[in-house]
């Protein structure tokens, strides 16, 4: 039985899928590149999210502590004015357990996903049956946020903090095949979001990704700063810095003989109240 549930859920996730790449998202994504929130961003929080009517979700995964993560969250949204908060930091058979993810989903208007490590949310979650009830949660009117790791994570292609050879050198150029890039949790199609990131200077570590995917927009959000996409495709940037838009340009990019990039792209620097839309 157990094997048929989780044969059942995979054909899901799949159908949902192909549903998911052909349809717009009626809910909204708020992402925060980390380090604290304005009001504004909370505003949003609570805004898309339905609530106090709605249960707001807060998954605590990244995190090395996951349900105190979660549980300070909750506690600080609810100061806000969010209604009934629920906290988790499921395990991947909890995450493909009908049972449990009808527990934890009831009534949900909005999740938030918590801050640590990236990899963490999706190992645990990614391509689990959770992960096909909030990605159903968002294309129908819910609201799906995280901070830093949790910001890193909403694209289909998502930088994990390493370098592919997992040394400690750090991202000291703009080079090929440096950054460590795996399957993302897909709520944000055609763009690759990375935070903290004027903050952490993580200028060579995006143009790197940027010019190893021309086929993606990448995003870099600062600390204190949010995305909030509607539409699945429509941006407008709240907070206290800005977020800086990549756009590469495919036909230029070259590898010179120091096995560094060279290349053209379009940078954009957006501030509070700006807007951006992504391409199709």
Not at 160 to 186: C, L, N
Not at 210 to 216: G, K, L, S, V
Request: proline share 3%; hydrophobic share 40%.
């Amino acid at each position: 039985m157990k094997k048929f549930r989780f044969i059942a859920a995979a054909v899901c996730i799949i159908l949902f899928s192909a549903l998911a790449d052909a349809a717009t998202p009626k809910g909204h994504l708020v992402i925060v590149g980390g380090g604290g929130r304005t009001d504004k961003i909370t505003e949003a929080y609570l805004k898309y999210s339905n609530s106090p009517e709605a249960v707001f979700l807060v998954i605590g995964t990244a995190s090395e502590t996951p349900m105190e993560a979660a549980e300070s969250f909750a506690a600080s949204i609810k100061k806000a004015g969010a209604g009934e908060t629920r906290c988790i930091a499921p395990t991947r058979a909890e995450c493909n357990d009908p049972a449990y993810v009808d527990k934890v989903m009831e009534g949900v208007g909005g999740v938030f996903f918590c801050g640590g490590k990236q990899r963490r949310i999706t190992d645990n979650i990614r391509g689990t049956l959770l992960h096909e009830r909030l990605m159903k949660l968002y294309y129908d009117g819910g609201m799906i946020s995280g901070s830093s790791a949790g910001a890193a994570m909403m694209s289909e292609k998502m930088i994990t903090g390493s370098r592919v050879d997992h040394s400690e050198e750090g991202f000291k150029d703009i080079a090929p095949d440096m950054v460590e890039v795996v399957e993302g949790m897909g709520f944000i199609k055609g763009a690759i979001i990375d935070q903290h990131f004027l903050k952490r200077s993580r200028q060579n570590r995006l143009f790197s990704v940027a010019f190893d995917n021309p086929e993606c927009v990448c995003i870099g959000i600062d600390e204190a700063t949010a995305l909030v996409v509607t539409k699945g495709r429509e941006i407008e940037v709240l907070g206290k810095s800005s977020v800086t838009i990549i756009e590469p340009d495919r036909k230029s990019i070259r590898i010179d003989p120091k096995y560094n990039y060279a290349g053209n792209a379009k940078v954009k620097i957006l501030f509070e109240g700006d807007k951006y839309k992504l391409k199709k």
